[in-house]
Each structure stands twice: as C-alpha cells, then as structure tokens.
C-alpha cells in the first residue's frame, strides 16, 4: 500500500462508544492530516469483502454487544493476512459493557480484564484519570513520556503478546498492563484498557496521547516511522537552526501544506460519490424522458390529442452539458492545484522547505494534474464527438 493513502475503519456496528463523527472527531481530523483515510464501518455484518483494502479496523468499546463467531472468524484472518486491529475498553472489561471484546484478543494472547484502575497520586485531577509512564520502548511509544488513561481496565497478557504500558506502583491494580499488542502472522494488534484514551476533548488532550494515537495507527497499518523527530534529533535540529520558535513556525506551516495537498485528494474523492450521485440523477431523468415520449406519441394516436414531447433535453444535450460542466470543474481544480505547486516551489527555492518534504507533495501534486488532464483530454475529445456528429 506504498504510495497511496491507508484506510482506517471505524466500527460503528456493535454501539460502539467511541464514534468517529463525535468521539473520536478529533482523532479522526488528526489521521486525516497525516495522510490517512478515515471511514465509519456501518453494514450490520463484518465481511471479508470489507476488509480488502484496509489497513486497520477500530472497535471503539462495543456497549451492550458481541461480535458473532464468523465476525471474530473473519477479524482473525484479516489480521493474519496483514491488516492492524485495534480494540479499545473501559472500566469492568467485557463484563461490565457486556460485549465480548476477549473473544477476540484472545486468539492473539490478551484479554480485558473486570476491574477499574485508579491512582490517587498520579492523574489528572481524579483517581479514576492515570497517568502511565511506565512505557516499553515501541514504534507507538517513541516520544511519548506518558500517557492519560481515563477510566480504564487492566488486560491480561499471554503467549506471545507483550504489554506496551502497566500503571505505576502507585495505582490499584498497582504494575497493571493498560495497553498491550501482539505481532501474529503478517499483522498487528493492539488492545488498549480505555476508549477515552483517544477520545475528543478527554484523552486526546494530552500531548503524549495526541503523539501516541499517531505513532500507534502508523505501526498498526505497518509504517514504522515515528510522529516526529526524536529528542535526540531535535537538540540537533536547535542547535543547527538556533531559534526553536523559527523550527515551531516552519512546521506548523509544512503542516498546513500538508493539510491542502491531502485536502486535494478528499475533495476528489467527494467529487466522485457527487458524480455518481448526479449520473443516477440524470439516468432516471433520461428514463422519463423516454417515457414520456412514448406516453405522447400512443395519446396522440390513440385520441388525436396533441401534446408536446420534447419536455426534456435530448440524451445529447444532456450529455454535451454534463461534459461542458465536468470540463469547466477540471480546470477550476487545475488551476488552484498549480498554483499549490507553484507556492510550494517557492518555498523550496528558498531554503524553508526541506527537499524530502518538497520532492513528496510535488509529487502528489504532479500525479494530480498528470490525472486531470487526462480527464479533460477525455472530456474534450467526447464533447467533440458529440458536437461533430452527424445530423
């Protein structure tokens, strides 16, 4: 999957309590930013068929339901073959949100466990909000010093599965493992205690977890690239430069470009469920069409009653403003992606951009234009054809 962005599922079939348009929003802007496609798994079954592209599958604490046994069965082969799962809890584990989320980090050596971690010293303004900084040096752990829990329950970890964070000394259960992973076959799981780790205005505001979330869901879709530059790096990085608050500015602004080349590619793909959505449109319109010109042509034979046909355009001037429409939408597109690309090697020319940043959204930006125009070539020559066909 090189090359391309990955794709994120986020269950939405077992009531989960983790939901990406309000739970998880922000988690969601947050992968979206980085070069991942987030979607919501709503078909009330989970199919392989499904599964065939996607690079890592999220239960956000199931509430009240179980997954069926050929669900777990499908789950456990998609992992095998290569795909990232991740499974997320809450306090008292499957007993308490009487789902069976065990039944299926089970057959990868973990499990969640009926309790509730608390730790009256070290958390975040209430004993049942943790902070773990025991953490195992991982891809999802790199600069990440610790992590909010909120409302957690402990796992139990088996076989090959190894924890990745265990609560301090100070918690109850003290030396408790919250999160945990498993490397079986060609994929990765990982199973953490709380859901709220991630969630939107909870977890997710603390800067470890922010950094955690996305080196967790690059090692699950099997990047293993940290967020950021290490520590070590940094001080390398202030010492060269000499001005942190120049480096913060530079990339918060390759961000920003980062986000308007990833922006281009949404809005395609918006662009295309449009379009399918307006060719049903027109199809059905052509469909009438045809139907009411049958209608007219048997009253006018059958009564001698006459009454206009031509309530619709014809199929080919339908067609001649569709292409007319298309080709006008290409440009306006082309035209602001060039000037991305212009702006962006402006920036390189200059020096504040570096080359490996530059050479990647050049080259995002390039498959795009190359993209459109070949559509517009396309629409072109159709519109042609259409206008120089014989009467």
Same mark, same amino acid.
């Given at each position: 999957?090189?090359?391309?962005?990955?794709k994120?599922?986020?269950?939405?079939?077992?009531?989960?309590?983790g939901?990406?348009?309000?739970?998880?929003?922000d988690?969601?802007?947050l992968?979206?930013?980085?070069?991942f496609?987030?979607?919501?798994?709503?078909?009330?079954?989970i199919?392989?068929k499904?599964?065939?592209?996607?690079?890592v599958m999220v239960?956000?604490?199931?509430n009240?339901?179980?997954?069926?046994?050929?669900?777990i069965?499908?789950?456990?082969k998609?992992?095998?073959?290569?795909?990232g799962?991740i499974?997320l809890?809450?306090?008292?584990?499957?007993?308490?949100l009487?789902?069976? &989320?065990?039944?299926i980090?089970?057959?990868?050596?973990?499990?969640f466990?009926?309790t509730?971690?608390?730790?009256?010293?070290?958390?975040?303004g209430?004993p049942?909000?943790?902070?773990?900084s025991?953490?195992?040096?991982?891809?999802?752990t790199?600069?990440?010093?610790d992590?909010?829990?909120?409302?957690a329950?402990?796992l139990?970890?088996?076989?090959?599965?190894?924890h990745?964070?265990?609560?301090d000394?100070?918690?109850?259960?003290?030396?408790a493992?919250?999160?945990?992973?498993a490397?079986?076959?060609?994929?990765?799981?990982?199973c953490?205690?709380?859901?709220?780790?991630?969630r939107?205005?909870?977890g997710?505001?603390?800067?470890?977890?922010?950094?955690?979330?996305?080196?967790?869901?690059n090692?699950?879709?099997g990047?293993?690239?940290?967020?950021?530059?290490?520590a070590v790096?940094?001080?390398?990085?202030?010492?060269?430069?000499?001005?942190?608050?120049n480096?913060?500015?530079?990339?918060?602004?390759?961000?920003?470009?980062?986000?308007?080349?990833?922006?281009v590619?949404d809005l395609?793909?918006?662009?295309?469920?449009?379009?399918?959505?307006?060719?049903n449109?027109d199809?059905?319109?052509?469909?009438l069409?045809?139907?009411?010109?049958n209608?007219?042509?048997?009253?006018?034979?059958q009564?001698?009653?006459?009454?206009?046909?031509?309530?619709?355009?014809?199929a080919?001037?339908?067609?001649t403003?569709?292409?007319?429409a298309? &080709?006008?939408?290409?440009?306006?597109?082309?035209?602001?992606?060039?000037? &991305?690309?212009?702006?962006?090697?402006?920036?390189?020319?200059?020096?504040a951009?570096?080359?490996?940043?530059f050479?990647?959204?050049?080259?995002?930006?390039?498959?795009?234009?190359?993209? &459109?125009?070949?559509?517009?070539?396309?629409?072109?020559?159709?519109?042609?054809?259409?206008?120089?066909?014989?009467?």
């Amino acid at each position: 999957m090189s090359g391309r962005r990955k794709k994120i599922l986020f269950d939405q079939t077992q009531n989960e309590r983790g939901r990406l348009e309000s739970t998880y929003s922000d988690l969601g802007q947050l992968l979206t930013d980085n070069d991942f496609d987030v979607e919501a798994y709503t078909e009330f079954i989970i199919l392989a068929k499904n599964l065939k592209d996607v690079a890592v599958m999220v239960f956000g604490c199931p509430n009240s339901s179980k997954l069926r046994p050929a669900e777990i069965t499908v789950l456990k082969k998609y992992v095998m073959n290569g795909g990232g799962l991740i499974l997320l809890s809450l306090s008292g584990g499957d007993r308490g949100l009487m789902n069976n &989320l065990s039944k299926i980090a089970s057959e990868f050596g973990i499990s969640f466990e009926n309790t509730a971690v608390k730790d009256e010293r070290n958390n975040a303004g209430l004993p049942t909000m943790p902070f773990v900084s025991d953490l195992i040096a991982h891809p999802s752990t790199d600069d990440v010093k610790d992590l909010l829990i909120p409302s957690a329950c402990s796992l139990k970890v088996t076989g090959k599965a190894t924890h990745i964070a265990v609560t301090d000394e100070t918690a109850d259960p003290s030396r408790a493992v919250v999160v945990a992973i498993a490397e079986p076959g060609k994929g990765r799981v990982m199973c953490i205690g709380s859901y709220e780790v991630f969630r939107k205005g909870g977890g997710l505001k603390h800067k470890g977890n922010a950094t955690f979330a996305l080196n967790a869901f690059n090692w699950l879709s099997g990047e293993f690239q940290t967020v950021k530059p290490s520590a070590v790096v940094k001080g390398q990085m202030k010492a060269e430069k000499g001005e942190v608050a120049n480096l913060e500015a530079s990339a918060e602004l390759e961000k920003t470009l980062k986000r308007l080349v990833n922006a281009v590619f949404d809005l395609q793909k918006d662009i295309s469920k449009v379009k399918q959505q307006v060719s049903n449109v027109d199809n059905n319109v052509e469909m009438l069409r045809d139907q009411f010109q049958n209608f007219a042509e048997k009253t006018q034979h059958q009564l001698g009653v006459m009454i206009p046909a031509k309530q619709f355009k014809t199929a080919d001037e339908s067609k001649t403003s569709s292409i007319e429409a298309d &080709l006008k939408a290409l440009k306006k597109e082309l035209k602001s992606i060039e000037q &991305l690309r212009k702006h962006i090697e402006q920036r390189h020319a200059s020096g504040a951009m570096p080359e490996e940043t530059f050479t990647e959204q050049v080259r995002k930006l390039d498959s795009r234009i190359k993209s &459109l125009k070949k559509k517009m070539d396309k629409k072109q020559k159709e519109l042609e054809d259409l206008t120089t066909k014989p009467e």
